[in-house]
């Protein structure tokens, strides 16, 4: 009898440090997905002021789009977490989107060869970090999944396993994904 208790002890002692171990490698992940995102937004906000310098040779006078553009780059910079870090990036998405508004009322910006090559390294960037978002997201429902799966859920909160955020979209993008293109001919 007393055998049999030793054993399910094990046994269920095992099972607990089999949940820890997966649950770390998972948080990990989780980890390594916002490390990305961070390598790809730091590369970001190393274009926009090169980028910014450009649009300023040609409008001057467009001093508080600029203005907004930096302010969102430097509120950007301070993000400390995903969910923060998601809010601010959304703030510079929308400067960004203004200052290339901008561009279209100044030909000679446009045809800018150092104007194009930043507005191409630019879009390269957005492409990598949209598919560093999607992995981020893709680890965080992994491991949230994995956190609140039987028998994890009885261990994950007393091993120090909360739940991870998932990148969102702003406020101000929601409108533009949830409206239908426009297509002209």
Do not use: C
């Amino acid at each position: 009898m007393g055998l049999v208790i030793i054993g399910i002890v094990v046994f269920l002692g095992l099972i607990a440090i089999l949940i820890y171990n997966r649950l770390v490698g998972l948080r990990q992940n989780v980890r390594q997905g916002w490390a990305d995102i961070d390598a790809q937004l730091r590369q970001r906000h190393d274009l926009i002021p090169n980028l910014v310098n450009t649009v300023q040779g040609y409008a001057t006078h467009e001093k508080s789009t600029l203005d907004a553009v930096i302010s969102a780059r430097n509120s950007a910079l301070g993000a400390a977490n995903p969910a923060a870090a998601a809010a601010a990036e959304n703030g510079l998405s929308g400067a960004l989107k203004s200052l290339f508004a901008l561009a279209e009322n100044y030909p000679d910006l446009k045809a800018n060869q150092n104007f194009q090559t930043l507005q191409h390294e630019l879009a390269d960037v957005e492409d990598k970090l949209a598919a560093a978002r999607r992995a981020y997201n893709a680890v965080t429902a992994d491991y949230n999944g994995a956190r609140q799966a039987f028998p994890a859920v009885l261990f994950a909160s007393a091993f120090g396993f909360g739940e991870e955020k998932f990148w969102e979209l702003g406020a101000e993008e929601r409108p533009t994904i949830s409206a239908a293109p426009e297509v002209k001919f």
